[in-house]
Protein backbone atom coordinates (compact mmCIF):
# COMPACT_ATOMS: atom_id res chain seq x y z
CA UNK A 1 0.00 0.00 0.00
CA UNK A 2 1.02 3.79 0.17
CA UNK A 3 4.03 4.44 2.42
CA UNK A 4 3.58 8.23 3.05
CA UNK A 5 3.47 8.99 6.33
CA UNK A 6 0.09 10.97 6.39
CA UNK A 7 -3.27 9.43 6.76
CA UNK A 8 -4.53 8.43 3.40
CA UNK A 9 -8.06 7.90 4.41
CA UNK A 10 -11.35 8.70 2.51
CA UNK A 11 -9.12 8.02 -0.86
CA UNK A 12 -12.10 6.25 -2.55
CA UNK A 13 -14.92 8.55 -2.33
CA UNK A 14 -15.86 11.12 -4.51
CA UNK A 15 -15.56 14.84 -2.78
CA UNK A 16 -19.39 15.58 -2.03
CA UNK A 17 -19.17 18.90 -4.34
CA UNK A 18 -18.23 16.53 -7.07
CA UNK A 19 -21.34 14.12 -6.64
CA UNK A 20 -23.60 17.28 -6.63
CA UNK A 21 -21.75 18.68 -9.83
CA UNK A 22 -22.27 15.48 -11.47
CA UNK A 23 -26.04 14.77 -10.51
CA UNK A 24 -26.58 18.77 -11.01
CA UNK A 25 -25.44 17.85 -14.87
CA UNK A 26 -27.75 15.07 -15.71
CA UNK A 27 -30.28 17.00 -14.14
CA UNK A 28 -29.83 19.73 -16.17
CA UNK A 29 -29.24 17.93 -19.54
CA UNK A 30 -32.40 16.38 -19.00
CA UNK A 31 -34.49 19.49 -18.53
CA UNK A 32 -32.00 20.50 -21.45
CA UNK A 33 -33.40 17.90 -23.32
CA UNK A 34 -37.42 18.01 -22.50
CA UNK A 35 -37.71 21.92 -23.19
CA UNK A 36 -36.05 22.00 -26.34
CA UNK A 37 -37.77 18.87 -27.91
CA UNK A 38 -40.69 19.49 -30.46
CA UNK A 39 -42.98 16.31 -29.52
CA UNK A 40 -42.25 16.79 -25.74
CA UNK A 41 -42.54 20.80 -25.29
CA UNK A 42 -43.97 21.94 -28.24
CA UNK A 43 -40.73 24.19 -28.73
CA UNK A 44 -40.05 24.63 -32.20
CA UNK A 45 -37.22 27.12 -33.88
CA UNK A 46 -39.60 27.45 -36.51
CA UNK A 47 -42.54 28.28 -34.62
CA UNK A 48 -40.47 31.46 -32.75
CA UNK A 49 -39.36 32.13 -36.24
CA UNK A 50 -42.43 33.00 -37.21
CA UNK A 51 -43.18 34.60 -34.50
CA UNK A 52 -40.48 37.17 -34.97
CA UNK A 53 -40.82 37.56 -38.74
CA UNK A 54 -44.08 38.33 -37.57
CA UNK A 55 -43.87 41.36 -35.01
CA UNK A 56 -41.02 42.42 -37.51
CA UNK A 57 -43.55 42.66 -40.48
CA UNK A 58 -46.00 44.74 -38.44
CA UNK A 59 -42.86 47.16 -36.77
CA UNK A 60 -41.95 47.48 -40.58
CA UNK A 61 -45.05 49.37 -41.27
CA UNK A 62 -43.54 52.48 -42.30
CA UNK A 63 -41.99 50.58 -44.96
CA UNK A 64 -45.54 50.45 -46.83
CA UNK A 65 -46.41 53.12 -49.31
CA UNK A 66 -48.00 56.27 -47.72
CA UNK A 67 -51.27 57.73 -48.92
CA UNK A 68 -49.87 60.87 -51.02
CA UNK A 69 -52.62 60.71 -53.94
CA UNK A 70 -53.36 64.10 -55.09
CA UNK A 71 -51.20 65.86 -52.81
CA UNK A 72 -49.69 68.98 -55.34
CA UNK A 73 -46.33 69.17 -53.09
CA UNK A 74 -45.60 65.34 -52.50
CA UNK A 75 -46.29 64.92 -56.09
CA UNK A 76 -44.02 67.98 -57.09
CA UNK A 77 -41.03 66.26 -55.60
CA UNK A 78 -41.62 62.71 -56.89
CA UNK A 79 -41.40 64.36 -60.51
CA UNK A 80 -38.09 65.80 -59.24
CA UNK A 81 -37.51 62.69 -58.09
CA UNK A 82 -38.63 60.69 -61.27
CA UNK A 83 -36.34 63.39 -63.36
CA UNK A 84 -33.36 62.96 -61.51
CA UNK A 85 -33.55 58.66 -60.97
CA UNK A 86 -36.57 57.35 -63.30
CA UNK A 87 -35.57 59.58 -66.37
CA UNK A 88 -32.27 57.59 -67.40
CA UNK A 89 -33.98 54.50 -67.67
CA UNK A 90 -37.60 55.25 -68.19
CA UNK A 91 -37.65 58.49 -70.43
CA UNK A 92 -38.81 62.17 -69.03
CA UNK A 93 -42.03 61.60 -70.29
CA UNK A 94 -42.10 58.23 -68.42
CA UNK A 95 -43.09 56.44 -71.55
CA UNK A 96 -40.17 54.17 -71.65
CA UNK A 97 -36.43 53.10 -72.75
CA UNK A 98 -34.27 50.63 -71.30
CA UNK A 99 -37.46 49.87 -69.07
CA UNK A 100 -41.16 50.11 -69.78
CA UNK A 101 -43.82 52.94 -70.60
CA UNK A 102 -45.31 53.66 -66.79
CA UNK A 103 -47.96 55.98 -68.08
CA UNK A 104 -50.52 53.21 -69.10
CA UNK A 105 -52.87 51.26 -66.86
CA UNK A 106 -51.86 48.12 -67.08
CA UNK A 107 -48.43 47.37 -66.04
CA UNK A 108 -47.04 44.12 -65.79
CA UNK A 109 -46.55 44.09 -62.08
CA UNK A 110 -50.04 45.55 -61.89
CA UNK A 111 -50.77 49.48 -61.44
CA UNK A 112 -52.14 49.71 -58.16
CA UNK A 113 -50.67 51.90 -55.60
CA UNK A 114 -48.84 48.97 -53.45
CA UNK A 115 -47.62 47.66 -56.45
CA UNK A 116 -46.27 50.49 -57.83
CA UNK A 117 -44.68 51.03 -54.98
CA UNK A 118 -43.06 47.33 -54.64
CA UNK A 119 -41.78 48.06 -57.88
CA UNK A 120 -39.86 51.08 -56.58
CA UNK A 121 -38.73 49.50 -53.11
CA UNK A 122 -37.85 46.13 -53.95
CA UNK A 123 -37.37 46.34 -57.79
CA UNK A 124 -38.28 43.87 -60.36
CA UNK A 125 -36.53 41.13 -62.01
CA UNK A 126 -35.80 42.15 -65.33
CA UNK A 127 -33.54 45.09 -64.53
CA UNK A 128 -35.33 47.43 -62.37
CA UNK A 129 -33.53 47.92 -59.14
CA UNK A 130 -34.60 48.28 -55.51
CA UNK A 131 -34.55 52.23 -54.83
CA UNK A 132 -35.93 51.93 -51.26
CA UNK A 133 -31.94 51.67 -49.82
CA UNK A 134 -31.58 54.86 -51.98
CA UNK A 135 -34.29 56.69 -51.69
CA UNK A 136 -36.43 55.49 -48.70
CA UNK A 137 -40.14 54.58 -48.07
CA UNK A 138 -41.32 58.41 -47.92
CA UNK A 139 -39.95 59.06 -51.30
CA UNK A 140 -41.09 56.03 -52.83
CA UNK A 141 -44.46 56.92 -51.79
CA UNK A 142 -44.44 60.33 -53.26
CA UNK A 143 -43.25 58.57 -56.68
CA UNK A 144 -46.26 56.27 -56.62
CA UNK A 145 -48.36 59.87 -56.09
CA UNK A 146 -46.78 61.24 -58.98
CA UNK A 147 -47.30 58.18 -61.37
CA UNK A 148 -50.59 57.89 -60.53
CA UNK A 149 -50.62 61.31 -62.25
CA UNK A 150 -49.46 60.03 -65.58
CA UNK A 151 -51.74 57.53 -66.53
CA UNK A 152 -54.64 58.48 -69.42
CA UNK A 153 -57.80 58.31 -68.19
C1 LIG B 1 -31.51 51.03 -64.49
C2 LIG B 1 -32.73 51.38 -65.19
C3 LIG B 1 -33.95 51.74 -64.36
C4 LIG B 1 -34.09 52.76 -63.44
C5 LIG B 1 -33.04 53.77 -63.00
C6 LIG B 1 -35.47 52.71 -63.01
N1 LIG B 1 -36.13 51.69 -63.61
FE1 LIG B 1 -38.05 51.16 -63.30
N2 LIG B 1 -37.81 49.55 -64.49
C7 LIG B 1 -36.68 49.25 -65.23
C8 LIG B 1 -36.89 48.03 -65.98
C9 LIG B 1 -35.89 47.38 -66.92
C10 LIG B 1 -38.19 47.57 -65.63
C11 LIG B 1 -38.89 46.30 -66.09
C12 LIG B 1 -38.64 45.23 -65.03
C13 LIG B 1 -39.31 43.92 -65.34
O1 LIG B 1 -40.05 43.81 -66.32
O2 LIG B 1 -39.12 42.97 -64.55
C14 LIG B 1 -38.74 48.56 -64.71
C15 LIG B 1 -40.00 48.47 -64.13
C16 LIG B 1 -40.58 49.46 -63.40
C17 LIG B 1 -41.94 49.43 -62.90
C18 LIG B 1 -42.93 48.29 -63.09
C19 LIG B 1 -43.55 48.43 -64.44
C20 LIG B 1 -44.51 47.32 -64.76
O3 LIG B 1 -44.61 47.02 -65.95
O4 LIG B 1 -45.16 46.77 -63.85
C21 LIG B 1 -42.16 50.61 -62.24
C22 LIG B 1 -43.43 51.06 -61.57
C23 LIG B 1 -40.92 51.37 -62.31
N3 LIG B 1 -39.99 50.63 -63.02
C24 LIG B 1 -40.76 52.61 -61.74
C25 LIG B 1 -39.52 53.22 -61.63
C26 LIG B 1 -39.28 54.40 -60.85
C27 LIG B 1 -40.36 55.19 -60.12
C28 LIG B 1 -37.96 54.67 -60.93
C29 LIG B 1 -37.19 55.78 -60.23
C30 LIG B 1 -37.23 55.75 -58.78
C31 LIG B 1 -37.35 53.66 -61.77
N4 LIG B 1 -38.32 52.80 -62.18
C32 LIG B 1 -36.01 53.61 -62.10
C33 LIG B 1 -35.51 50.00 -65.26
C34 LIG B 1 -35.24 51.06 -64.45
Redesign the pocket.
Known sequence: MHETPEPQDGHNKIPKGWLLFFFGCIIFLVGYIVSYTPAISGWSFYHNFEKEMAVASKTEKPNAVKEYTGDKEAIREGKE??AT??A???NADAKGG???D?TTVN????SARKD?YE??AKG??????S?LPQ?GSEKSSK?VAF?ETLRKK
Not at 107 to 110: I, R, S
Not at 124 to 129: A, F, S
Open positions: IFTCPCHIGPLLKYGLSIRPNGMPFIML
